[in-house]
């Protein structure tokens, strides 16, 4: 059958050729498990090995992790990155101590209601610490799945993963469970790499939907481009007889957070009323072509008003509004510094 292949393919390899020596592989008790794939999360295993062995210096056990000081378990876990694992990892461990006396609970359902523990953490945890059947689906073997099952989709995708989260369901064994957990991650992490997998000494090759039908480098599909919303404003760029520009420093948080710039308005209607709340009604107004700039989570479209008013905004001393010359070292953003270089370059274009 081809379940029993899969298994006994993957599970000889694992003997001849899988990794059975990493620190936590020795004596994989719930604990060490769940320290390891925590850490092996976004990180290489030999980056992990050094932190590994500090961790468990330090932290032997549960108990002792959950008493620890979070400045000392986040000094521990420094070098790592993405803290919010290290500060989970201590929460979790409280939160043990607090409704499982202090072990791990072996049940999926109690495992995932711990902070930072996903399904396939779970699984992970359920079948190399307690020897309880349980399937996995990190990264590594979504990869594996969508390829030996020809399960096209971004696994991303709430169907998709479904589908991964059922096949991964059915090729699990009920027996060696870890060695099998460990066996398919490492097929993921050694053989079945994204760029270069190494098909001819894949063990599963046979029934592998990808290897027969050439298809490993669409497989798994790529997660769609994201489109980038784009935000559009009004720039309002006033200058006096001398040349200083209206300026306004932004709120402290949010994009350009605390730099100085030109008021900015949703629309024109709120730019002229605005020049109007301020005892001039605009007369010279001039549209300038629209810029971009791209920030990492959208674009901004600004369209640029230049113009003087004949009542010129009054500023008290020590407020968030000024006159300024934009030649100073006033501290702009780039795009505004720009735009006034321009404006000031080009006074005929721009009045
Ligand atoms: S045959 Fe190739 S694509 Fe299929 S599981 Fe093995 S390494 Fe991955």
Not at 107 to 119: F, K, N, V
Request: positive net charge.
């Amino acid at each position: 059958m081809t379940v029993e292949r899969f298994q006994q393919g993957l599970l000889d390899w694992f003997d001849r050729a899988g990794r059975k020596h990493l620190p936590w592989q020795q004596q994989p008790t719930p604990y060490r498990v769940w320290i390891s794939e925590i850490m092996l999360q976004q990180t290489q295993v030999t980056t992990v090995i050094p932190y590994f062995q500090r961790f468990m210096a330090d932290f032997p056990d549960l108990e002792q992790l959950a008493a620890a000081d979070t400045s000392a378990v986040l000094q521990r876990w420094a070098g790592l990155g993405y803290y919010a694992r290290g500060r989970n990892l201590h929460r979790a461990a409280q939160l043990t101590l607090e409704r499982h006396g202090g072990e791990l609970p072996p049940r999926l359902a109690d495992l995932i209601e711990l902070p930072g523990i996903g399904r396939s953490t779970a699984g992970a945890i359920l079948s190399m610490g307690f020897g309880i059947r349980a399937p996995i689906l990190d990264g590594n073997v979504k990869r594996v799945l969508a390829r030996y099952g020809g399960i096209e989709g971004w696994p991303g995708q709430g169907a998709v993963l479904n589908r991964l989260w059922g096949l991964a369901d059915a090729l699990t064994p009920d027996h060696r469970v870890g060695a099998y957990a460990q066996a398919i991650m490492d097929l993921g992490a050694t053989l079945c790499t994204a760029r270069k997998p190494d098909c001819p000494a894949c063990p599963i090759r046979q029934d592998c939907h990808a290897y027969r039908t050439d298809s490993t480098a669409r497989l798994p599909t790529p997660r769609p481009p994201k489109s980038v919303p784009v935000k559009t404003c009004y720039l309002l760029a006033l200058r006096d007889r001398s040349g200083f520009v209206y300026l306004q420093r932004r709120p402290p948080t949010g994009i350009w957070g605390g730099l100085w710039s030109l008021p900015e308005f949703a629309d024109r209607d709120q730019l002229e009323l605005w020049c109007r709340s301020r005892g001039s009604a605009p007369t010279n107004l001039e549209t300038l072509p629209p810029g971009r700039h791209t920030f990492s989570h959208f674009i901004l479209e600004y369209i640029p008003i230049t113009g003087q008013i004949t009542t010129v905004p009054r500023v008290e001393e020590g407020s968030d509004t000024d006159w300024r010359d934009p030649d100073t070292d006033t501290a702009l953003p780039t795009p505004i510094r720009r735009l006034l270089q321009r404006i000031n370059s080009n006074p005929q274009e721009y009045p």
